[in-house]
């Protein structure tokens, strides 16, 4: 399974910008968790937003009210929508897919940089 990420760029505080994560190749069970990641310089990898295929959402408090993440099952696609950016956003955004089938399957997209200035 591949997960292709597209949406990051640089952008002034206060902006906007959308990911988008695709999936394919391989099996994918259509009972999983698509989510989004972030990892800043020198800091651990942390969960910004997931949503499983049920459509039952998680987010970071840092990022509640101003990201939203959907998905289209029908494409195994997750979306984030994020608003209101901070410099504090500033990571490389990391697609994630995952499912639980006797063993636990998890994927990774290869990251897109998120800069925001201020």
């Known amino acids: 399974v591949q997960l292709v990420e597209s949406g990051g760029g640089l952008v002034q505080a206060g902006g906007s910008l959308r990911l988008s994560c695709a999936a394919s190749g391989g099996s994918i069970f259509s009972s999983n968790v698509m989510g989004w990641y972030r990892q800043a310089p020198g800091k651990q990898r942390e969960l910004v937003a997931s949503m499983s295929s049920g459509g039952r959402t998680n987010y970071a408090d840092s990022v509640k009210g101003r990201f939203t993440i959907s998905r289209d099952n029908t494409k195994n696609t997750v979306y984030l929508q994020m608003n209101s950016l901070k410099p504090e956003d500033t990571a490389v955004y990391y697609c994630?897919?995952?499912?639980?089938?006797?063993?636990?399957?998890?994927?990774w997209g290869q990251g897109t940089q998120v800069t925001v200035s201020s």
């Open positions: 994630n897919l995952k499912w639980s089938w006797s063993s636990l399957y998890e994927y």
